[in-house]
């Protein structure tokens, strides 16, 4: 799936004269803690350097890594790296914001926070004597609030020259230990995927002030980034727009920060052993190793900070009291000692097929992250499963593993339901197999087989209804290659063409022909109102009334609200007709402009409401809004206000 965020990248266009940070200025970088680590942070909006969450991030963080044995450290602020408390021209300014109105000064101090950190990350992880050479040091990073962006989007710059930026080198990447975020204004709770990233006490009812970066992470940082978001956070958690910035000042600084500390400092160990490829460098002695059946099934773990787990299909389920612990019938006896370390490393999920029941008797069978409820002992033994096979876990982090369909399970999962149906789940939604032929000729396995509940029926099977989700990219029996958006899919004419719009051949899934027929094509099943779409050649386009409408810059798509698009084929996008008085959107079609007045389109003309009043009382939504741009809709036929 290849989505990119569009608030940032309209950031390039607006700010052309900021000057890219230089190797010059990082070469005043704090001195290589080789065997050792370097801590860096990217304070808030309007914060001064050395600010109350900088402090507490610095004190709670050199306390932890001192106590995990990563005894030599150094300190250094983004905007501040020279250390000369002054912020120079390309240097990372934090600049004040207005969260109500989000102007390009937010948006200028973000690309350039972004590029000094590529830059000096990049110059530090380099071999000398163009780079610093740094090569036995992690680097842990911390951002809050705008300072979280900042990090957020320097992660996701995977490739060099993507729209004029740089990104972090391959040496620079596998140098960061850990990424702290704090109150980011793109988080993403993501409710219902994989994301290992959540952390603190967001609902999955909220969203971000900015809109979530997505995806939120490149994989390579999923199982080294964690996100704090807490639920009273009007920046990165908004659940009422009343509340305003809620605790966003102060919650981080007072809770968060110091909760975060231990997991920032066991990953900055990990990652600092596996670059000096031991962990006795600089004076340091390793932990014992844990015995070497430790994630075998029900294996009890004793953490050394006293916490008991438990072990089930690879995964860990932390026991919230001795109380709990006992009654699922654990004993203490023959527990596994393991280090902080080492419990960082395992997963929360585990793996398919793997049985888990609750204190209260629900039996649950896990396939693709997501736990499918098993209705009856009769379903659980027709499917093939004996008693005992279970294993008892604590409540919390059970729940924490989401149900289906809330929870959709990750792309590629293969499940079977008690009628038999065999399935694969591509972008949220089933694709059945016709035959066990196709299912094998199609490249899977019997071994990828899970045999789940029959609430395997609450999950949609593919249609142009219930589609895969926008992104999704597809592939025949016979090799053609489909991405889906909007409701529709789209044909790519050539591998050249798959390839040069930014897929890769491991972002495909192998679907059966039956239901990927039943997703209709576009141009004739039209994309849906409000899918955004990227041509090959850069233009992009929103779809409203059956017709497509022309952004004239990354700017203007931005400002319109916009931050995520998906990159299809010419031909089918091209059988669309671009919206004008030879192409009018279809009657009823309700559009809005920069301004704030609401057009419908009535008998080949658009219609403005004088009110939202008449608005709403002629039964129209917001939700049937559209945002497009001003000169296509300005070259409409315009009827008046409606009476």
């Given at each position: 799936?290849?989505?990119v965020?569009?608030?940032?990248?309209?950031?390039?266009?607006?700010?052309?004269?900021?000057?890219?940070?230089t190797a010059?200025?990082?070469?005043?970088?704090?001195?290589?803690?080789?065997?050792?680590?370097?801590?860096?942070?990217?304070?808030?909006?309007?914060?001064?350097?050395?600010?109350?969450?900088?402090?507490?991030?610095?004190q709670?963080?050199?306390?932890?890594?001192?106590?995990?044995g990563?005894?030599?450290?150094?300190?250094?602020?983004?905007?501040?790296?020279?250390?000369?408390?002054?912020?120079?021209?390309?240097?990372?300014?934090?600049?004040?914001?207005?969260?109500?109105?989000?102007t390009?000064?937010?948006n200028?101090?973000?690309?350039?926070?972004?590029?000094?950190?590529?830059?000096?990350?990049?110059?530090?992880?380099t071999?000398?004597?163009?780079?610093?050479?740094?090569?036995?040091e992690?680097?842990?990073?911390?951002?809050?609030?705008?300072?979280?962006?900042?990090?957020?989007?320097?992660?996701?710059?995977?490739?060099?020259?993507?729209?004029?930026?740089?990104?972090?080198?391959?040496?620079?990447?596998?140098?960061?230990?850990?990424?702290?975020?704090?109150?980011?204004?793109?988080?993403?709770?993501?409710?219902?995927?994989?994301?290992?990233?959540?952390?603190?006490?967001?609902?999955?009812?909220?969203?971000?002030?900015?809109?979530?970066?997505?995806?939120?992470?490149?994989?390579?940082?999923?199982?080294?980034?964690?996100?704090?978001?807490?639920?009273?956070?009007?920046?990165?958690?908004?659940?009422?727009?009343?509340?305003?910035?809620?605790?966003?000042?102060?919650?981080?600084?007072?809770?968060?920060?110091?909760?975060?500390?231990?997991?920032?400092?066991?990953?900055?160990?990990?990652?600092?052993?596996?670059?000096?490829?031991?962990?006795?460098?600089?004076?340091?002695?390793?932990?014992?190793?844990?015995?070497?059946?430790?994630?075998?099934?029900?294996?009890?773990?004793?953490?050394s900070?006293?916490?008991?787990?438990?072990?089930?299909?690879?995964?860990?389920?932390?026991?919230?009291?001795?109380?709990?612990?006992?009654?699922?019938?654990?004993?203490?006896?023959?527990?596994?000692?393991?280090?902080?370390?080492?419990?960082?490393?395992?997963?929360?999920?585990?793996?398919?097929?793997?049985?888990?029941?609750?204190?209260?008797?629900?039996i649950?069978?896990?396939?693709?992250?997501?736990?499918?409820?098993?209705?009856?002992?009769t379903?659980?033994?027709?499917?093939?499963?004996?008693?005992?096979?279970?294993?008892?876990?604590?409540?919390?982090?059970l729940?924490?593993?989401?149900?289906?369909?809330?929870?959709?399970?990750?792309?590629?999962?293969?499940?079977?339901?008690?009628?038999?149906?065999?399935?694969?789940?591509?972008?949220?939604?089933?694709?059945?197999?016709?035959?066990?032929?196709?299912?094998?000729?199609?490249?899977?396995?019997?071994?990828?087989i899970?045999r789940?509940?029959?609430a395997?029926?609450?999950?949609?099977?593919?249609?142009?209804?219930?589609?895969?989700?926008?992104?999704?990219?597809?592939?025949?029996?016979?090799?053609?290659?489909?991405?889906?958006?909007?409701?529709?899919?789209?044909?790519?004419?050539s591998?050249?063409?798959?390839?040069?719009?930014?897929?890769?051949?491991?972002?495909?899934?192998?679907?059966?022909?039956?239901?990927?027929n039943?997703?209709?094509?576009?141009?004739?099943?039209?994309?849906?109102n409000?899918?955004?779409?990227?041509?090959?050649?850069?233009?992009?386009?929103?779809?409203?009334?059956?017709?497509?409408?022309?952004?004239?810059?990354?700017?203007?798509?931005?400002?319109?609200?916009?931050?995520?698009?998906?990159?299809?084929?010419?031909?089918p996008?091209?059988?669309?007709?671009?919206?004008?008085?030879?192409?009018?959107?279809?009657?009823?079609?309700?559009?809005?402009?920069t301004?704030?007045?609401?057009?419908?389109?009535?008998?080949?003309?658009?219609?403005?409401?004088?009110?939202?009043?008449?608005?709403?009382g002629?039964?129209?939504?917001?939700?049937?809004?559209?945002?497009?741009?001003?000169?296509?809709?300005?070259?409409?036929?315009?009827?008046?206000?409606?009476?």
């Amino acid at each position: 799936m290849r989505r990119v965020a569009l608030a940032f990248v309209a950031t390039l266009v607006a700010t052309t004269a900021v000057a890219l940070a230089t190797a010059t200025s990082a070469q005043a970088d704090p001195s290589c803690q080789n065997g050792g680590a370097y801590i860096l942070w990217a304070r808030g909006s309007g914060q001064a350097i050395g600010d109350v969450e900088a402090i507490q991030y610095q004190q709670n963080v050199q306390n932890a890594l001192d106590g995990a044995g990563v005894g030599t450290h150094a300190w250094a602020e983004l905007g501040n790296l020279d250390g000369n408390n002054h912020i120079d021209p390309g240097e990372y300014p934090a600049a004040p914001v207005s969260w109500s109105s989000i102007t390009g000064g937010y948006n200028t101090s973000v690309f350039t926070g972004v590029t000094e950190l590529i830059s000096s990350l990049n110059h530090r992880y380099t071999l000398g004597p163009i780079g610093m050479g740094c090569v036995s040091e992690t680097v842990v990073l911390g951002g809050y609030s705008q300072g979280a962006d900042v990090l957020g989007w320097a992660l996701a710059l995977t490739e060099p020259g993507v729209f004029g930026l740089p990104a972090l080198t391959p040496e620079a990447r596998s140098h960061i230990g850990f990424v702290a975020l704090y109150g980011d204004p793109k988080f993403n709770v993501a409710c219902g995927q994989n994301r290992p990233w959540v952390r603190a006490n967001a609902r999955c009812a909220s969203f971000p002030r900015l809109g979530a970066r997505s995806p939120y992470l490149p994989s390579d940082f999923l199982s080294r980034t964690g996100s704090w978001c807490d639920d009273g956070d009007g920046i990165c958690a908004v659940n009422d727009w009343t509340i305003g910035i809620g605790n966003h000042t102060t919650v981080y600084r007072d809770s968060w920060i110091q909760q975060s500390a231990a997991e920032i400092a066991a990953a900055a160990r990990l990652k600092q052993c596996s670059l000096v490829l031991s962990c006795s460098s600089g004076g340091t002695s390793a932990p014992p190793p844990p015995p070497s059946n430790y994630t075998n099934d029900r294996t009890v773990l004793h953490g050394s900070d006293g916490s008991l787990w438990v072990m089930a299909g690879g995964a860990k389920f932390y026991f919230g009291s001795m109380t709990e612990f006992y009654n699922l019938g654990y004993s203490t006896s023959g527990m596994a000692e393991v280090s902080t370390a080492t419990l960082n490393a395992i997963p929360t999920v585990p793996r398919n097929g793997t049985v888990l029941r609750s204190g209260g008797g629900q039996i649950y069978i896990v396939a693709g992250s997501a736990k499918f409820p098993v209705g009856s002992m009769t379903e659980y033994y027709n499917q093939g499963y004996v008693n005992n096979q279970w294993i008892n876990v604590p409540q919390t982090p059970l729940d924490a593993i989401g149900d289906v369909p809330g929870n959709k399970p990750t792309d590629g999962t293969v499940i079977q339901s008690p009628i038999g149906a065999l399935s694969v789940v591509v972008g949220g939604v089933k694709f059945q197999f016709g035959s066990m032929t196709e299912y094998h000729n199609l490249g899977y396995a019997d071994t990828q087989i899970v045999r789940v509940t029959a609430a395997a029926d609450t999950l949609a099977n593919a249609s142009t209804a219930t589609p895969a989700g926008n992104g999704t990219v597809l592939r025949s029996g016979g090799g053609q290659l489909y991405v889906v958006t909007g409701g529709s899919k789209f044909y790519f004419g050539s591998m050249t063409e798959y390839y040069n719009q930014g897929y890769s051949d491991w972002a495909r899934f192998n679907v059966p022909q039956g239901p990927l027929n039943a997703i209709g094509d576009a141009p004739g099943n039209m994309p849906g109102n409000g899918t955004v779409v990227h041509r090959p050649d850069g233009a992009i386009f929103v779809i409203a009334g059956g017709v497509r409408w022309h952004f004239g810059s990354m700017t203007e798509l931005a400002n319109l609200g916009y931050s995520t698009f998906t990159r299809v084929s010419q031909a089918p996008l091209d059988g669309i007709y671009d919206a004008s008085s030879s192409h009018l959107p279809a009657n009823e079609t309700v559009v809005q402009g920069t301004d704030s007045t609401l057009w419908v389109m009535k008998s080949g003309v658009r219609r403005s409401f004088t009110s939202m009043t008449q608005f709403t009382g002629m039964g129209y939504t917001t939700s049937q809004i559209i945002r497009v741009p001003d000169a296509v809709l300005n070259g409409l036929p315009s009827g008046g206000n409606l009476p």
